[in-house]
């Protein structure tokens, strides 16, 4: 491997969940309007002020928040959401490792059931699978790092699992 993937669990950010379930096209203007970006679609995440959006099924976005903002990131997406919606602390639903390093490709082909190694699932993308039964979200952030969201009891297996992987690839974690 020429520049092996690194993993470690990251610091603990606030992570918040806005879900839509009506007037979408409103909420999303109001989106807009505070952040001074679209929500993203299918597949995608972006930064903005602050926040990483992380779109996570059809109306609902998961948002890390910069830690000492989560209140009134909280403030700012209830009003957003307002009659048409909700927003939710999820903030102990998920830990967030980060995997650095040009071939953290290779480690997530081993396990997932989708094409890490595939150029389009580049910065800004967004994938779900399954590792060894435990259900992961990828949120690519650039070409040498991607964020890796488990539940936090899952997250020691995960890196028990992905430490025995990166030592059969001759790879350390």
Avoid: N
């Amino acid at each position: 491997m020429t520049d092996a993937p690194r993993f470690k669990a990251a610091p603990a950010e606030p992570l918040l969940r806005l879900e839509l379930w009506g007037g979408l096209a409103e909420t999303s203007a109001r989106f807009t309007t505070a952040f001074g970006a679209v929500l993203p679609g299918a597949g995608q995440a972006i930064t903005v002020s602050g926040l990483r959006v992380i779109w996570r099924e059809p109306g609902a976005w998961m948002i890390r928040v910069e830690t000492g903002e989560r209140g009134a990131t909280l403030d700012r997406l209830m009003k957003i959401a307002g009659a048409d919606g909700a927003v939710t602390d999820i903030s102990g639903a998920a830990t967030r490792c980060v995997l650095t390093g040009g071939d953290w490709r290779v480690l997530l082909t081993h396990g997932g059931v989708f094409d890490a190694e595939d150029p389009a699932f580049a910065p800004g993308c967004v994938a779900g699978t399954v590792i060894e039964h435990m259900a992961v979200r990828f949120d690519v952030i650039t070409e040498t790092r991607v964020d890796a969201y488990v539940a936090p009891s899952y997250a020691v297996d995960l890196f028990a699992y992905w430490t025995s992987v990166a030592r059969g690839l001759d790879v350390t974690g």
